[in-house]
């Protein structure tokens, strides 16, 4: 097959040097950047793992599933304030333990059957009941904000948040929760709370998932058959060339999407994804390299810079390594990174060292709180003071991918590396490749001593971070301590917004004083770059692009 795509090409060039005039129409014909007229084609750093956003657990495998899905409610495009989706309303009662919406009239899922209540609550239902514990432990983002499942509960007092839903005519769904809980509205808003077609779950199996080992392995309606009701509808994924495929859906309740089709192809490296750009294959694509914004800028490509709204981490595990359960070895392991410096030499401009789990702009960020300073003696000391002067870790970073907080990873572990090693840590390097075994290694299996991980906010709520991170049963760090659960559930649980804010606020001052489960490092502003006839993309905080919007000049 590589035989016969060269010899293929060889003879596309010959065909073009004989008729140079004959190429040149072509290119024009399609746009003037070397791809179809009718198609956007987007270059991205990662694989999906699958489509069926209930079970995603990162930006790559969410980007194709926000371009087929719609939740109850999403964002104001460029921002990460709420505004009508699904449901054109959406009301508490008084203690805010129900929710009824009000639903859109005349939508259709891709395969022709109807959107509306029964199909709500049949979504809904589908999440609290998963059958088995490793789609459980897969449903990261529903377990985070609805607290568990009905089936494998730790238990029968400790109910998940979710309750019932009831559908009293075809456009109202009533959800009741068994608590109130502060993230809501906003966390129906999540990617992972889309909305799928009742039919296409059934017909495909869609809560099959299964464990091997580290790996999983998903349904068919996950790798071949995802239904939305969103602008676009799935056509296919090419393994061998790297691309998922959509093509427009015609009969969308919204805006009609521009281009007829739209490609993401999977381009790991990125200059590599540079040179695809300058050479006229792809339109545009994800996460350039912050040293080359201004050479593409004066190249005349348009470079997007999101607002900020992300943070980097440096993760401990207490479980595997009995010397991290000893708060002195994780002040130590913050006292001797040098974060200044490795913002001002590997982010871009406008990144700052973060000083709590959450950026700035997120309601519960505690301005009183500094940052960690790098001091190397200070982290020997306290290394002395636990007896782990001779501490040996094994840090795992991830390969194959760039992500909004983490522009090139490797250069980041080993700047990190580099600190801990100059106040004698020794580091066992362990790299993994994101979608090959590193998301599942820290996130499910927790297999690591350190890691390096982030967050970019899926909706505006200190609880997206602070929860999403650091409630029960996280494999990623190994915490045991319930006073900590208890106190970012007793703010999660807050709905005031003020007394929202405020608890939060305290538990990122104890975060930093009493627990340290992780050191923060970075939040960061990311970019994307597009050819400049490309135009409507608007960014967003959330880094949740959505390509209906956009149109080649």
């Given at each position: 097959?590589?035989?016969?795509?060269?010899?293929?090409?060889?003879?596309?060039?010959?065909?073009?040097?004989?008729?140079?005039?004959?190429?040149?129409?072509?290119?024009?014909?399609?746009?003037?950047?070397?791809?179809?007229?009718?198609?956007?084609?987007?270059?991205?750093?990662?694989?999906?793992?699958?489509?069926?956003?209930?079970?995603?657990?990162?930006?790559?495998?969410?980007?194709?599933?926000?371009?087929?899905?719609?939740?109850?409610?999403?964002?104001?495009?460029?921002?990460?304030?709420?505004?009508?989706?699904?449901?054109?309303?959406?009301?508490?009662?008084?203690?805010?333990?129900?929710?009824?919406?009000?639903?859109?009239?005349?939508?259709?899922?891709?395969?022709?059957?109807?959107?509306?209540?029964?199909?709500?609550?049949?979504?809904?239902?589908?999440?609290?009941?998963?059958?088995?514990?490793?789609?459980?432990?897969?449903?990261?983002?529903?377990?985070?904000?609805?607290?568990?499942?009905?089936?494998?509960?730790?238990?029968?007092?400790d109910q998940p948040v979710y309750k019932s839903c009831t559908a009293p005519d075809p456009t109202t769904a009533v959800v009741s929760l068994n608590r109130a809980k502060g993230a809501f509205p906003a966390a129906f808003a999540l990617t992972s709370l889309s909305i799928s077609s009742p039919a296409a779950l059934q017909k495909y199996n869609g809560d099959k998932v299964e464990q091997s080992g580290q790996a999983y392995t998903y349904s068919e309606y996950a790798t071949a058959h995802p239904t939305g009701t969103g602008p676009f509808k799935?056509?296919?994924?090419?393994?061998?060339?790297?691309?998922?495929?959509?093509?427009?859906?015609?009969?969308?309740?919204?805006?009609?999407?521009?281009?007829?089709?739209?490609?993401?192809?999977?381009?790991?490296?990125?200059?590599?994804?540079?040179?695809?750009?300058?050479?006229?294959?792809?339109?545009?694509?994800?996460?350039?390299?912050?040293?080359?914004?201004?050479?593409?800028?004066?190249?005349?490509?348009?470079?997007?810079?999101?607002?900020?709204?992300?943070?980097?981490?440096?993760?401990?595990?207490?479980?595997?390594?009995?010397?991290?359960?000893?708060?002195?070895?994780?002040?130590?392991?913050?006292?001797?990174?040098?974060?200044?410096?490795?913002?001002?030499?590997?982010?871009?401009?406008?990144?700052?060292?973060?000083?709590?789990?959450?950026?700035?702009?997120?309601?519960?960020?505690?301005?009183?709180?500094?940052?960690?300073?790098?001091?190397?003696?200070?982290?020997?000391?306290?290394?002395?003071?636990?007896?782990?002067?001779?501490?040996?870790?094994?840090?795992?970073?991830?390969?194959?991918?760039?992500?909004?907080?983490?522009?090139?990873?490797?250069?980041?572990?080993?700047?990190?590396?580099?600190?801990?090693?100059?106040?004698?840590?020794?580091?066992?390097?362990?790299?993994?490749?994101?979608?090959?075994?590193?998301?599942?290694?820290?996130?499910?299996?927790?297999?690591?001593?350190?890691?390096?991980?982030?967050?970019?906010?899926?909706?505006?709520?200190?609880?997206?971070?602070?929860?999403?991170?650091?409630?029960?049963?996280?494999?990623?760090?190994?915490?045991?301590?319930?006073?900590?659960?208890?106190?970012?559930?007793?703010?999660?649980?807050?709905?005031?917004?003020?007394?929202?804010?405020?608890?939060?606020?305290?538990?990122?001052?104890?975060?930093?004083?009493?627990?340290?489960?992780?050191?923060?490092?970075?939040?960061?502003?990311?970019?994307?770059?597009?050819?400049?006839?490309?135009?409507?993309?608007?960014?967003?905080?959330?880094?949740?692009?959505?390509?209906?919007?956009?149109?080649?000049?």
């Amino acid at each position: 097959m590589r035989s016969a795509r060269r010899l293929a090409a060889v003879g596309a060039a010959l065909v073009c040097a004989v008729s140079l005039a004959a190429c040149a129409a072509s290119e024009r014909g399609q746009g003037g950047s070397g791809t179809p007229a009718d198609t956007l084609i987007i270059g991205v750093p990662g694989t999906p793992k699958h489509f069926d956003p209930l079970f995603a657990s990162d930006g790559e495998t969410f980007r194709p599933s926000r371009q087929m899905y719609d939740t109850l409610i999403t964002h104001k495009r460029g921002t990460a304030q709420l505004e009508p989706g699904l449901a054109l309303e959406w009301t508490p009662n008084a203690d805010f333990t129900q929710w009824t919406f009000k639903l859109r009239e005349g939508v259709k899922f891709h395969d022709g059957t109807d959107f509306n209540a029964e199909a709500v609550c049949f979504n809904l239902n589908r999440w609290v009941n998963l059958p088995s514990a490793a789609a459980q432990t897969q449903a990261i983002y529903y377990a985070d904000a609805f607290e568990g499942f009905t089936n494998n509960l730790a238990s029968a007092k400790d109910q998940p948040v979710y309750k019932s839903c009831t559908a009293p005519d075809p456009t109202t769904a009533v959800v009741s929760l068994n608590r109130a809980k502060g993230a809501f509205p906003a966390a129906f808003a999540l990617t992972s709370l889309s909305i799928s077609s009742p039919a296409a779950l059934q017909k495909y199996n869609g809560d099959k998932v299964e464990q091997s080992g580290q790996a999983y392995t998903y349904s068919e309606y996950a790798t071949a058959h995802p239904t939305g009701t969103g602008p676009f509808k799935f056509e296919s994924f090419d393994r061998t060339a790297n691309t998922v495929t959509f093509v427009r859906n015609d009969q969308y309740w919204g805006e009609k999407a521009k281009v007829a089709k739209l490609i993401f192809k999977v381009i790991p490296d990125e200059n590599a994804r540079k040179q695809e750009l300058q050479s006229g294959t792809i339109d545009g694509y994800d996460y350039p390299s912050p040293a080359d914004w201004k050479a593409l800028r004066d190249g005349g490509f348009n470079v997007l810079v999101r607002p900020v709204f992300n943070i980097l981490y440096m993760g401990i595990n207490q479980k595997n390594n009995p010397a991290l359960k000893d708060l002195r070895v994780r002040q130590a392991l913050a006292y001797a990174i040098d974060r200044e410096s490795l913002v001002r030499n590997q982010l871009p401009e406008g990144a700052v060292v973060a000083t709590q789990f959450l950026p700035e702009a997120v309601a519960g960020y505690a301005k009183d709180l500094k940052p960690i300073p790098y001091d190397p003696e200070k982290a020997k000391q306290l290394l002395a003071e636990a007896g782990q002067s001779n501490l040996t870790v094994n840090f795992y970073y991830p390969t194959e991918v760039t992500r909004p907080y983490m522009p090139n990873p490797t250069n980041i572990f080993t700047a990190l590396a580099e600190n801990l090693r100059q106040v004698g840590i020794t580091v066992n390097p362990v790299p993994q490749p994101w979608n090959g075994g590193y998301v599942d290694s820290i996130t499910a299996n927790g297999v690591h001593d350190l890691h390096l991980f982030g967050w970019t906010g899926d909706y505006n709520d200190a609880g997206n971070f602070i929860g999403t991170f650091f409630g029960r049963n996280k494999p990623e760090f190994g915490i045991t301590d319930q006073s900590l659960f208890d106190e970012v559930a007793k703010a999660d649980g807050t709905v005031d917004p003020a007394g929202h804010a405020a608890a939060y606020e305290q538990v990122n001052r104890d975060l930093m004083s009493k627990y340290l489960p992780a050191v923060p490092v970075s939040s960061a502003p990311p970019a994307l770059v597009l050819r400049e006839n490309i135009k409507g993309l608007i960014p967003t905080p959330l880094t949740d692009e959505r390509y209906f919007t956009v149109s080649k000049g």
